[in-house]
């Protein structure tokens, strides 16, 4: 802590806001420590001799006329090996360790290092004496754990040189890996580094996303796809499921590393996922799913201010391994309960309040937010590129789509999976609006689908996409006229809709097999769906009845498509060879000639 006469003093508290006066030489971001007990804090405004310090801990006890002192930094994050298979609060204090030493409370105050001192890692060195190295390059390695190899890189702002020293073996992260340049210009680098948090980490160049974000929810990826470095968000009401979309994104995903940062939302939800994610096995590796996981929790009982920070502290954590080049998932869950905390704080610091009491910088705070996403090429002399992705909740009071919060997001980011509780009530899970719901990257990834899966897939999916429109318009007419009103041409138009809601997009996140389809399997299940609408189409045609189309016990067989396994999926071609087989089985014999001739 600094000495005292580098201290001012406290003139107000309001809630989580603390104005200070006499701070030498504050500046906006600065990190400061408040009261006798050094809680953290930041100043997030300047006014003449005062400094506004929200406060990242209970401010309770404190008063006017006690100390803050400066510490001459911002709010930085600790980054280096050690970070996977945390959790850690807003400001990365180290919960699970926290919480052995002093109950299911943290202590105000209490300042343990969000990465450990003591731990020994085992460095690989790369490079050797005399090499010249610049800022992103790549220095050696580090197993943090069986599925993530830590890049150690030289830090960026470091000034290029040679390699004067380099170490191998075992390293804490506070010794010095390797010393970079001559004489004055000498940087010793450690494997642990900080890093602002409102900082968006450097790269060379932003790409626009093309490779797909495989999340195995198939609304997701056949009909809404997110891209690698794309933003995607989900607003729905309460209960709406939102949050298990966002544990299936980060249970499923094919990203390498994933972070969760828990925000906002009730203690209990977030204890689940404390729980949860440790007992996961990853299904790409089959190592625990934490080795390549990092989780911030800040829950509705912690401190408001902390929660404003955790999006950040979670985005620097996921920028620092997208810059090894690895593909980074970030899930947000709620920025709604995050711009609660901005208007919270805003409204302590009477500032002008903007629609709904929301600061006005609301728009250009969640812009900077996703902003913060991307697909880049890395800095350093090789060609290495990583990305970021970043999906986020939003909870808008009473589902109503056209508050401050979900506007503004739905401007900046790029996906919108519009969650309906409609839908949740008719448990139709994910309860994913198709009519509503969008993805700007659907023509480049499903570009990437003509050469990972089938030429086909696109149009499989506008047919499907046509098809439910359809259902939609003749909804409308057997709302007014009743069902005999429809032709047979149309009835089975009604059927193919309801085949691809129930055996295609309903998936259900607590069945074993369910829970998850490669795109792979996406694309088999959907073709066997529209072959047997296709093959039922001609067979109307051909003279079949309707009725009897509608009574072929395929249907069943479709229904349950969905549940074979990844390792059976030949099982597809024999549904769609009898698909063909039973919608020619209903053609009247004397036209089957014809219908082969089709
Ligand atoms: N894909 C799904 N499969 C099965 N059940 C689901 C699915 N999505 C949501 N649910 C059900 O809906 C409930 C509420 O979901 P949740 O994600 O907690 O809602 P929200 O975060 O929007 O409040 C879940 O507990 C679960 O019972
Ligand atoms: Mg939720």
Not at 217 to 236: E, L, N, S, Y
Request: proline share 6%.
């Amino acid at each position: 802590m600094a000495d005292d006469d580098l201290a001012g003093e406290i003139v107000r508290v309001a809630g989580p806001l603390v104005v200070a006066r006499g701070l030498p030489a504050p500046k906006m971001y600065d990190l400061v420590r408040v009261g006798a007990q050094g809680l953290m804090g930041e100043v997030i405004e300047l006014r003449a001799e005062d400094a506004s310090i929200q406060v990242y801990e209970e401010t309770g006890g404190l008063g006017p006329g006690d100390p803050v002192y400066t510490t001459g930094g911002a709010l930085s994050v600790e980054l280096g090996p050690g970070l996977l298979e945390s959790i850690y609060d807003g400001v990365q204090r180290p919960l699970n360790l926290l919480r052995e030493m002093e109950g299911n409370f943290i202590t105000r105050g209490t300042d343990m290092p969000a990465l450990s001192r003591e731990r020994d890692w085992e460095f690989v060195p790369v490079v050797k004496e005399g090499d010249e190295v610049q800022p992103g390059d790549l220095l050696g390695t580090i197993q943090e754990t069986p599925v993530i190899e830590h890049r150690v890189l030289l830090p960026p702002g470091v000034k290029p040189g040679r390699v004067q020293s380099i170490r191998s073996g075992a390293l804490k992260i506070t010794d010095v890996v390797a010393v970079v340049g001559d004489g004055e210009a000498a940087t010793e680098v450690t494997l642990l580094q900080r890093w602002p948090v409102r900082r968006a980490r450097p790269f060379k160049h932003k790409y626009a996303p093309t490779d797909p974000l495989t999340t195995g929810q198939r609304v997701i990826d056949t009909f809404f796809p997110v891209a690698k470095g794309g933003t995607a968000c989900i607003p729905g009401p309460f209960g709406s499921g939102k949050t298990v979309v966002q544990h299936q994104i980060a249970k499923w995903a094919d990203a390498d590393v994933i972070l969760f940062v828990g925000c906002g939302e009730r203690g209990n939800e977030m204890t689940e996922v404390l729980l949860e994610f440790p007992q996961l096995t990853d299904p790409y590796s089959g190592h625990p799913l934490m080795k390549r996981t990092v989780l911030i929790a800040n829950t509705s009982n912690m401190p408001v201010a902390a929660r404003e920070a955790s999006v950040y502290t979670g985005l620097t954590i996921a920028e620092y391994y997208r810059d090894m080049g690895y593909n980074v998932a970030l899930q947000a869950d709620s920025t709604s309960r995050w711009a609660e905390a901005l208007r919270e704080i805003g409204a302590r610091l009477e500032e002008m309040p903007g629609e709904e009491g929301y600061p006005a910088y609301l728009g250009s705070r969640l812009a900077s937010f996703y902003e913060r996403a991307g697909l880049v090429s890395c800095l350093g002399s090789k060609e290495c590129s990583g990305s970021v992705t970043v999906v986020g909740s939003v909870s808008p009071p009473g589902g109503d789509l056209s508050e401050p919060v979900t506007q503004a997001t739905l401007r900046v980011v790029k996906v919108f999976w519009g969650l309906e509780d409609r839908l949740a009530f008719m448990r139709h899970f994910p309860a994913i609006n198709w009519l509503v719901s969008y993805s700007m990257y659907l023509a480049q990834v499903s570009k990437k689908w003509d050469e990972i899966i089938d030429p086909s897939f696109k149009e499989l999916r506008t047919e499907a996409m046509t098809l439910l429109q359809r259902e939609a318009e003749l909804e409308e007419i057997v709302r007014l006229i009743g069902v005999e009103a429809l032709s047979a041409g149309e009835r089975l138009t009604m059927e193919g809709a309801r085949s691809i809601r129930e055996d295609f997009l309903h998936q259900n996140a607590f069945d074993e097999i369910d829970t998850y389809s490669s795109l792979k399997k996406q694309f088999l299940l959907l073709r066997c769906v529209i072959t047997f609408h296709r093959e039922a189409e001609k067979a109307l045609e051909a003279g079949a009845e309707i009725d009897d189309v509608l009574a072929s016990p395929l249907r069943e067989r479709l229904a349950d498509a969905k549940f074979i396994p990844e390792d059976r999926l030949e099982d597809f071609d024999k549904l769609d060879q009898a698909a063909v087989k039973a919608m020619e089985d209903l053609v009247p014999r004397e036209e089957r000639g014809a219908v082969s001739n089709l």
